[in-house]
């Protein structure tokens, strides 16, 4: 099966500008979690969705929007760049959310490289 | 912000040789995740604890779990040069409720390298 997959791989954008990354999960996974990961740094959770809904959302500003379609694939939003968006982002899936999840691992994706000038 | 600190932040060893890592955190948990990255890419699972338990392994792969403390330590045996990486760890918030978001709570990271 394929795991879960990105695009694009790496994107250049300039401040002001705005960016949408993609992501696909594994098939029969119903949850998605992107996270953002600085040079040097721990990833740090952005959103999760399970079945089209916001189920989380970690301390980013409003410029940082997604939503999940109704094949669980899901897209990452970021309005006005600016440079301290330049990271990687990270897109994770696991089959189920809240309790039904506990034990289950999330797989992620080999991430988007985005840059910010 | 990062829930805990791994510790130490870089470690260099021989081929052979174990390899030990220590992650501390801040809140109760559930569970606890270990994750392996390498250069820039995704993170891949390793291995998970639950709250109750105190170790596990994983081929090997050795973790323990100190709540009393709020630690854990990943052993790696017998190190190849392949084992090369980033690793983190990982925890979910407890006590874990039905409308919960399972979002993972990373650490600063401890980069390892096994030389040949």
């Known amino acids: 099966d394929a795991g879960v997959t990105q695009s694009p791989t790496h994107l250049i954008k300039t401040r002001g500008q705005h960016v949408t990354l993609r992501c696909s999960p594994i098939?029969?996974?119903?949850?998605v979690s992107w996270y953002q990961q600085v040079l040097g740094q721990g990833p740090q959770f952005i959103f999760q969705?399970?079945?089209?809904?916001?189920?989380g959302r970690g301390n980013f500003p409003d410029r940082f929007s997604a939503r999940q379609f109704p094949n669980y694939s899901s897209e990452l939003n970021v309005n006005a760049l600016l440079l301290g968006d330049s990271a990687l982002y990270l897109c994770?899936?696991?089959?189920?959310?809240?309790?039904?999840?506990?034990?289950?691992?999330?797989?992620f994706g080999d991430g988007t490289r985005l840059s910010i000038l | 912000s990062q829930q805990g600190e791994e510790d130490p932040q870089a470690l260099s060893i021989q081929e052979g040789e174990n390899a030990t890592m220590n992650c501390s955190y801040k809140?109760?948990?559930?569970?606890l995740q270990w994750y392996r990255q390498n250069s820039g890419r995704g993170l891949v699972h390793l291995i998970l604890?639950?709250?109750?338990?105190r170790e596990k392994h994983s081929g090997r792969l050795r973790v323990t779990l100190d709540t009393s403390k709020k630690s854990s330590s990943l052993l790696i045996t017998a190190s190849r040069a392949a084992d090369t990486a980033s690793y983190f760890c990982a925890t979910v918030p407890g006590p874990i409720s039905s409308g919960s978001a399972r979002q993972l709570t990373f650490g600063s990271g401890t980069q390892l390298t096994v030389l040949p």
């Open positions: 809140t109760s948990i559930n569970n």
């Open positions: 604890i639950r709250s109750n338990e």
């Open positions: 969705y399970y079945e089209k809904e916001e189920r």
């Open positions: 994770a899936s696991s089959r189920d959310y809240g309790q039904a999840a506990v034990g289950q691992p999330q797989h």
């Open positions: 098939s029969g996974h119903k949850s």
